[in-house]
């Protein structure tokens, strides 16, 4: 799950660096499985968004870390995320 609050005033940035990143979670094998957007009026602190992302296996996921096009977009991210948490909520088996 990784949970990002917006810079402010980047919100074309935002949008953008979100567009190229999706690519590059697909190449190795992610799905964007939900994408929330929290009310600030609840939560005026809270992050902007919340995306339920799921990776095939744990090397699926340190191989998109490491992506040379993930790594690429750092300067972008700077510019568009102010913050973001990351929680691995571990694996989750449908029995």
Do not use: C
């Not at 660096?17 to 939560?43: N, W």
């Amino acid at each position: 799950m990784a949970e990002l609050w917006e810079a402010p005033g980047a919100e074309a940035d935002f949008r953008k660096f979100q567009d190229l990143i999706l690519g590059i979670v697909q190449d190795h094998g992610g799905q964007i499985l939900g994408v929330d957007r929290p009310s600030k009026t609840d939560a005026p602190d809270g992050p902007d968004e919340i995306h339920r992302v799921q990776f095939p296996d744990a090397d699926a996921l340190i191989a998109y870390r490491a992506d040379p096009r993930h790594v690429q977009l750092s300067g972008l991210r700077d510019m568009a995320v102010a913050k973001i948490v990351m929680t691995n909520l571990g694996t989750v088996h449908d029995d």
